[in-house]
């Protein structure tokens, strides 16, 4: 399925006169850096579970150990991989509008390493390690200084869940696990960049884990013209003003100069 002509006039039109843009993403933005997403199927050891599984509290209180290698393998995968051009459209397009806003479902921090500055993370980092009350917190990067306290580089380079020097609870990733609520500040500034917006841009999301899911509705319901791009249907195709069946990297380049 190839998005039409039209459609992309379109949305380019749409993005020419908006004052005020807000886009959520979630992993299909990542797929073309080679970050598979949670609807893929995973491969390896990992074929063997299903994301939903594992990354909850419970499964880290059963077996800290899988879920510790399950986030430091995909922390690896993401340190080795590069932001793609849709990526790269959406941080150009963040210094071309008024107002704009970008809220991500991704916990892979490619938004940032693409050059968009203020990006609002709903599910938190993999690159982030935090212990369960939040004494100690740090951050892997691409370059060591990245790493903050001088034990973080063993941290990172642990294979079992090391403890907190504080607390003396295991530390696990910061991202927010299923059945965990999201950063209050966090789905704050996204509901209030969502209901000012007069242009909302839902980018390869499967639109089904709540709550960000909500975000295209509440978009429309404050009076925003929304547009999705991805190349399969979701629940909220048939909702939005616009519905482009296509792939971010390809997309979004070819509507944002
Ligand atoms: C909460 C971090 C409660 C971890 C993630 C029943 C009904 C409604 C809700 C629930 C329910 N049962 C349980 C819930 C709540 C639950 C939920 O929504 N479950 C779902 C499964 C039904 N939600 C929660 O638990 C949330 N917390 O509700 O707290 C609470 C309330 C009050 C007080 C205390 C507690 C927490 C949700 C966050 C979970 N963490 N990630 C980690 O990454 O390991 S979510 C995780 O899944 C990802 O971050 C991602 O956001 C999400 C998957 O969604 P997508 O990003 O859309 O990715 P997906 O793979 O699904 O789809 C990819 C899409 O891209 C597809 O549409 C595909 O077509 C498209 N695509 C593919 N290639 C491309 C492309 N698009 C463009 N270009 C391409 N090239
Ligand atoms: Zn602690």
């Not at 790493?147 to 403890?163: C, H, L, S």
Request: proline residues 7%; hydrophobic residues 40%.
């Amino acid at each position: 399925m190839k998005p039409t002509p039209h459609d992309l006039d379109q949305l380019r039109r749409l993005i020419a006169s908006a004052r005020s843009i807000t886009v959520l993403t979630g992993a299909g933005v990542s797929a073309e850096s080679g970050i598979p997403t949670f609807r893929d199927a995973q491969t390896g050891y990992w074929a063997r579970f299903r994301p939903e599984d594992l990354a909850t509290p419970e499964a880290f209180r059963r077996d800290p150990d899988l879920v510790w290698r399950w986030y430091a393998e995909r922390r690896r995968a993401v340190l080795g991989v590069t932001p793609n051009a849709g990526h790269r459209a959406l941080a150009r397009l963040e210094g071309r509008v008024e107002r704009f806003s970008l809220v991500t479902q991704n916990v892979d921090g490619l938004h940032a390493r693409a050059g968009s500055r203020t990006v609002i993370e709903l599910h938190g980092s993999i690159l982030r390690v935090r212990c369960f009350k939040s004494c100690v917190s740090y951050t892997a990067g691409t370059d060591k200084a990245a790493t903050g306290a001088p034990e973080a580089e063993a941290v990172f380079a642990a294979d079992t869940p090391p403890r907190c020097p504080h607390c003396g609870d295991f530390l696990r990733p910061d991202v927010v696990w299923f059945g965990e609520s999201l950063p209050e500040d966090a789905i704050e500034a996204a509901v209030a960049a969502t209901e000012q917006c007069d242009l909302f841009l839902s980018v390869g999301t499967s639109t089904v884990v709540y709550p960000a899911a909500m975000l295209p509705d509440a978009a429309r319901d404050a009076g925003a013209t929304v547009v999705e791009i991805n190349p399969q249907e979701t629940p909220f195709s048939a909702r939005a003003s616009l519905s482009i069946r296509g792939t971010a990297a390809t997309v979004l380049p070819a509507v944002i100069e």
